[in-house]
């Protein structure tokens, strides 16, 4: 059998998917269901003088309304997911979510009231007969506003708006500022946007008095989490309770929150009235009710020799972490070390303030923060770039870190706690792929000239980056080979659509010798693995995979033991294929997996001390510290310079996660994240108002890219394995969607041939109307 | 009848029912949850992200903006009625497959029905006219580039 | 998201319909494609009493040419016909051209062109485009009909002269002069997007060869369509910046809107005169 293993197997999943028989959360019905909506705040400063819902109660169909004050004991605000890091001088203000406002509302569509009804469509006529009465609140909603003294404050027991400031540094930036050649000074600027997934959240809760036992389906990311956290909450022990995460159609982040106030209240309200109760957020809510990304305001500078080589970057930024921060500091903290990228820089002196603002939550979303850091550090590449006269490549070229220097160590905490390490990479190599494949040389020299010279505004950027992936703390899994042959695959984390139901299968199946179709993989119920954390930091592949992978080896080593008892022969003389066990080189003597497992659970005689029945194991994987993804993307752009429309010629990427599962599985992870990465470069942005208003709360306005707005990419690999895993494995989840802000920033400025008028682009997103505004009238 | 109701008689994959139902009800939640038809999915119930669309008498729509008492008399297809037999897929749905042209498969089902109508229309487009085609369906997942390469496979293999 | 209770007629002529409009005027609705209408009744932004549905009546989805080869179009004649008929393409090529720009294939299946206009949404493309080609519009109530010039159509945002118990029945648009060309240019943040601003030019050839006249009008450039006529070219852009007063919102200011404007007046000009002297 040829291996399976790194190869591009069809997908397991994919047959469900496509036949419209795989089951999402909404697709949960139950005999007796009843349904929820949500009252939510219309202001996103708001004292509440009372709640009335006597009009609402009264209408047919209606079986509950809850607001705060029913909630008695029960209401509480969520706990922090992830603790502030040890470094010293860490402030952090922990203020998280709760149920239901109670005395004021923080944001636009916070949710006040919890209507229960026989169906959605009476759900929400009696949500809007739900009368509130409000005392609107200065708001504030800008980040800048917010950080400044005097700003109305989110949270009345604080002295001002600050949820957290940290500084790290690294060697000493003064005196390389001191000594360099030249100090390059700018501010940059990164608006909020969202994820969108195109399934939006949902619950569904089931309480059976007699059996006592809560089932959720739940959208989310880390079932086993939401479990334990229900659990706890309810009064109930772990085993009564079973959270399902089914299919989930997209995540990207926003779908892991401890906890979101529907997460805590919709199996709460369904024990309360003693029958299943469903609530699916709308496209209208879930720009409320699920978490958003982004909105930092970076000042930063850097400091070069006169080859522009870096001796230092300095970064102060504000980060806009919405109403509450349960996440703790996790995507600050990712811009913080994601700065520092693929490069040399001997010193580094950064600070954040994270501050609250009247606005929905922030929360990690694909690249978590990296964006921004990525953003800062390629731009002012770019600039010292510009003042020193040297190639944009070329100051990328000369600061990669070089091949020996691995593993290489950055010095400060990153996100999960452990110094900011790279376990390996060969940088040097990609960029000179990427470059060769976007033709970069001939582009620089003669096609740019040409089509200048014929009036055409065309441009070109290249980016690099890293991306710390596959985090701790552990996950699980559970292998076991079944008496029909076919091998099941238990693991805890929850998938949305990254082709774990393959690529575990993969792992496996050639271990086992049998075929990738013959592995079942299951996962996201809490019932069939208990253990876990959830799917984030691109972590699946490499903390799960290995898990995956070591109760391979396990099985396997059951099967031989097994069937060298049963063929009296030894261990060395046995062949797993084809789903059988053979002895080498002996025609006739195998006996297929199946009857093995058959023989390894006896009905007569006894198990022998010190062995267990079956043909199965359960092992566990957790990484010392994460593995570092990175890659290096190029684009060249045309750009009308009336209507500000852009055309992207091509687009290329090289990138490493290390050893690959799946390559096809690797692509469509890469494609996608980059499409996500130029909505998020050019077409998305959540527009708030002064007064905290969204503007473009509708997929009509909030513009996610369509077909005609990502091109055709070309991708390219390159592989340096990780050491820290026994796989080599490196997460690439996120890595798509990180680098392309810059990208964008530095091909349009390129095209527009921005820098011979003085103008430069250090905001993202951008738009037509923005670039125009930006690139100021014509020569 | 009260007059907020309506009667419909309809054919859905080839099936005939007849339900009186609200006249508010959508036909996306008609299909989904009164027939159990839960293959169509809803992502944004206003006529932007392409995933409730089936086709209505052969041509697609989007099922979010349609009441249910408007396919009285209409012929409808979901993605439950592409594949000729339970244990077989339909080209469109093998070329999905094997050009990894969908990962989380929420949008996957709008997507089909609006190829299936398209490439019934253009048995050889080009990527322009696949990817204009394609323009009224959102995927967040896959960066479409896969999804060309599925329907131009499944057209290849058709002609 | 799901909509607010109504009443649902489904109509079984045009009297019919008439009849439960004239009874019920404004808390009454037609429901045509219903492509913006229900998604503003899925936000519960619209909550009419009652929608009467015009779509069984299948006979007013047709084209057809009338006398002095104008073009008729039905009350029912959705987006997708507009964009694939062959007599639309070769009697309004303006309108055709316009087609593809609005929203996608599926939306197109089912919306219509009257119930476009009657929409009068600003930001839309086949409110300027039939007035650009001089175009009338047929009303019809169970008082009668009458004809409306698209020019006294358009009175506001989602405005316009229909009384609440009419009906838009008809589209009608001359046939295009000698010697003229038309052109449907527009820059949007995505295809299918409303546009920034879109603009629909007609331009007609003297014998001589110079242009007679031009006409612009101009979606999205202010609380109607924009009609600005010009005999010269190269002033009309100026004079299309000079007169708009476009919106303002999350995807443009109002200068960047008035700079497009101008810009697509100029390129949709060029193009309709060039295919006038075809």
């Known amino acids: 059998m040829t291996r399976q293993f790194g190869a591009s197997i069809k997908r397991n999943e994919d047959a469900r998917l496509l036949a419209g028989r795989a089951q999402f959360v909404d697709d949960v019905e139950l005999p007796g269901m009843l349904h929820a909506a949500f009252v939510r705040s219309p202001h996103a400063h708001a004292r509440i003088v009372s709640v009335d819902a006597s009009a609402a109660l009264a209408r047919r169909g209606v079986v509950a309304v809850y607001s705060a004050q029913d909630l008695g004991d029960y209401w509480r605000p969520g706990p922090v997911i992830v603790p502030p890091p040890p470094v010293e001088g860490a402030v952090f203000n922990e203020r998280t979510q709760v149920p239901l406002a109670k005395g004021k509302a923080r944001h636009v569509g916070e949710p006040v009231a919890l209507v229960i009804a026989s169906s959605r469509y009476i759900a929400e006529d009696a949500a809007a007969e739900v009368a509130i009465e409000w005392e609107p609140l200065p708001v504030a909603a800008d980040l800048e506003h917010a950080a400044a003294p005097g700003a109305p404050r989110v949270h009345d027991d604080l002295p001002d708006n600050v949820a957290a400031r940290v500084r790290q540094t690294k060697g000493d930036y003064a005196a390389a500022a001191k000594r360099a050649h030249r100090v390059v000074k700018r501010r940059f600027a990164y608006d909020h946007g969202c994820a969108q997934p195109m399934e939006t959240r949902g619950v569904v809760a089931q309480w059976d008095a007699r059996a006592e036992r809560l089932t959720v389906w739940d959208t989310t990311q880390a079932p086993i989490a939401i479990r334990n956290g229900l659990a706890a909450m309810l009064g109930l022990s772990e085993r009564q309770v079973r959270v399902v995460a089914p299919f989930i159609g997209g995540g990207f982040g926003p779908k892991i929150m401890l906890f979101y106030p529907d997460e805590v209240l919709i199996p709460w309200a369904a024990m309360k009235v003693g029958r299943p109760v469903k609530w699916i957020e709308d496209r209208a809510e879930h720009f409320f009710a699920t978490t958003h990304e982004r909105g930092q305001v970076h000042d930063a500078e850097i400091a070069v020799d006169g080859d522009g080589r870096i001796l230092g970057v300095k970064d102060v930024f504000l980060h806009d972490t919405g109403a509450y921060d349960p996440y703790g500091l996790t995507v600050p903290i990712n811009s913080q070390c994601t700065l520092l990228g693929p490069y040399v820089v001997p010193s580094y002196d950064s600070t954040f303030t994270a501050i609250f603002t009247n606005k929905p939550i922030v929360t990690p979303y694909r690249g978590a923060g990296r964006q921004h850091g990525v953003f800062v550090i390629e731009r002012l590449l770019d600039v010292a770039a510009r003042e020193l006269g040297i190639d944009r490549a070329e100051i990328r070229r000369r600061n990669l870190i070089p091949t020996d220097a691995f593993p290489y160590d950055n010095e400060i905490i990153y996100q999960d706690f452990t110094r900011l390490g790279y376990d390996s990479g060969d940088y040097a190599p990609m960029l000179a792929k990427a470059l060769d494949m976007i033709g970069y040389e001939r582009f620089v020299r003669e096609e740019q000239p040409r089509l200048r010279a014929r009036g055409q505004c065309v441009g070109i950027g290249v980016v690099c980056y890293v991306e710390g992936t596959g985090i701790g703390p552990y996950e699980g899994a559970k292998v076991q080979v079944q008496t029909s042959g076919k091998v099941s695959l238990l693991t805890g984390i929850g998938t949305q659509g990254q082709g774990h139901f393959t690529s575990f299968a993969q792992i496996v199946a050639d271990q086992l010798g049998v075929a990738v179709a013959d592995v079942e993989v299951i996962t996201g119920d809490t019932d069939q693995f208990y253990w876990g954390a959830g799917t984030f930091a691109s972590r699946g592949a490499v903390v799960a995979g290995n898990a995956v992978n070591e109760a391979g080896l396990a099985v396997r080593k059951k099967i031989l033991r097994v069937a060298a008892e049963h063929f009296e022969c030894a261990e060395v003389d046995l062949e797993i294929a084809d789903g059988r066990v053979s002895i080498a080189g002996v025609p006739g003597r195998s006996i297929p997996l199946g009857e093995l497992a058959v023989l390894a659970n006896p009905m007569r005689g006894a198990v022998a001390p010190g062995t267990e029945p079956g043909l199965e194991a359960t092992s566990y994987f957790g990484p010392e510290s994460g593995a570092t993804a990175s890659g290096v993307h190029a684009m060249i752009v045309e750009v009308d310079p009336e209507t500000m429309i852009p055309t992207i010629r091509k687009y290329a990427v090289v990138h490493d996660c290390g050893t690959v599962i799946n390559p096809m599985i690797v692509a469509g992870q890469v494609l996608g994240g980059v499409a996500q990465g130029i909505g998020n470069a050019f077409y998305e942005q959540l527009a708030f108002d002064s007064e905290g208003q969204l503007l473009n709360a509708t997929l009509a306005d909030y513009l996610l890219p369509t077909a005609l707005d990502v091109p055709r990419i070309e991708l390219g690999h390159t592989v340096t394995p990780s050491p820290l895993n026994p796989l080599g494995i490196k997460g690439v989840g996120e890595a798509g969607a990180i680098p392309v802000g810059p990208l964008f920033a530095q091909a349009l400025e390129d095209a527009l041939d921005l820098p011979a008028r003085g103008k430069e682009l250090n905001e993202i997103p951008l738009s037509p109307c923005r670039l125009w505004e930006l690139a100021g009238s014509p020569k | 009848m009260s007059d907020d109701r309506a009667r419909l008689t309809t054919t859905v994959n080839g099936t005939r029912y007849e339900r009186d139902v609200e006249a508010r009800m959508l036909l996306a939640d008609f299909i989904r949850h009164d027939l159990g038809l839960t293959g169509t999915h809803v992502g944004c119930e206003h006529g932007v992200c392409g995933a409730c669309t089936i086709l209505v008498d052969g041509v697609p729509v989007r099922s979010c903006l349609m009441f249910a008492a408007q396919a009285n008399g209409c012929a409808l297809t979901t993605v439950e009625g592409l594949a000729p037999a339970p244990d077989r897929l339909h080209p469109l749905q093998e070329a999905f497959r094997d050009a990894h042209g969908l990962q989380c498969g929420f949008c996957t089902p709008g997507i089909l029905m609006t190829m299936k109508a398209f490439l019934a229309e253009n048995a050889n487009p080009s990527e322009a006219e696949i990817r204009e085609a394609l323009s009224g369906n959102l995927c967040r997942c896959t960066g479409y580039q896969h999804i060309v390469d599925a329907v131009k496979l499944a057209a290849e293999r058709t002609r | ?278």
């Open chain 3, 1 to 278: 998201m799901k909509p607010a209770r109504f009443r649902y007629v489904a109509a079984e002529s045009i009297e019919h319909a008439l009849a439960a409009k004239a009874e019920q005027g404004d808390d009454a609705k037609f429901l045509a494609g219903g492509q913006s209408l229900v998604p503003a009744m899925n936000f519960r932004l619209a909550q009419p009493a009652t929608l009467i549905d015009l779509n069984p009546l299948r006979d007013l989805d047709y084209v057809r040419t009338g006398a002095g080869g104008a073009l008729r179009i039905g009350a029912l004649t959705r987006h997708r016909t507009i964009e694939r008929d062959a007599l639309v393409a070769t009697h309004a090529p303006l309108l055709h051209e316009a087609a593809p720009h609005v929203a996608h294939p599926q939306i197109r299946n089912r919306g219509t062109l009257c119930g476009n206009l009657a929409h009068a949404d600003p930001a839309s493309e086949f409110p300027a485009a039939v007035l650009a080609l001089g175009g009338r519009l047929r009303a019809r109530s169970r008082r009668g009909e009458r004809w409306i010039d698209a020019r006294d159509f358009f009175r506001g945002v989602f405005t316009t002269a229909l009384a609440p118990d009419e009906l838009l029945a008809e589209v009608e648009l001359p046939a295009l002069a000698a010697r003229t060309g038309t052109c449907f240019l527009e820059v949007a943040r995505r295809r299918g997007d409303y546009a920034l601003v879109g603009v629909a030019a007609t331009v007609t050839l003297g014998a001589d060869g110079k242009v007679a006249t031009a006409r612009v009008a101009l979606c999205n450039a202010g609380a109607m369509p924009v009609v600005v006529a010009a005999s010269d070219l190269d002033a009309a852009a100026e004079e299309v910046r000079r007169t708009i007063d476009p919106p303002e919102n999350v995807h443009a200011t109002a200068a960047f809107r008035r700079h497009l404007a101008g810009v697509l007046t100029r390129r949709a000009l060029q193009t309709a005169a060039e295919r006038a002297g075809r």
